[in-house]
């Protein structure tokens, strides 16, 4: 198992037809069988609709485990940060999927 590392340019992300596109190249890279990196250090901000487009639709999709097992958030923000953990919660509490806390 490789990694893949791609790099979002910002430093502001709203589109979410841009974000679906990052979303289904991370997908076929993990369907290769690569854990994905996702770079955010030139992220600055981004939108709730981008961060859900992106990463809320992967964990509704493939479930939190999924998740946390193929795609690391590289070099992020603390603002940027929180956005994805909103997008991703609302999502698993959608769909009912519980998500374990780690110690």
Do not use: C, F
């Amino acid at each position: 198992m490789a990694e893949i590392t791609i790099k979002l340019e910002g430093p502001d992300l709203a589109s979410r037809k841009t974000a679906a596109i990052e979303r289904h190249k991370l997908l076929g890279h993990a369907a290769a069988g690569n854990k994905v990196a996702v770079d955010l250090s030139n992220v600055v901000s981004l939108s709730y609709s981008y961060a859900d487009e992106l990463i809320g639709v992967l964990a509704a999709v493939k479930g939190w485990e999924w998740l946390i097992k193929n795609v690391q958030l590289k070099n992020a923000n603390e603002h940027v940060l929180r956005v994805v953990a909103e997008a991703v919660n609302r999502r698993l509490k959608e769909t009912g999927q519980p998500v374990k806390r780690s110690a």
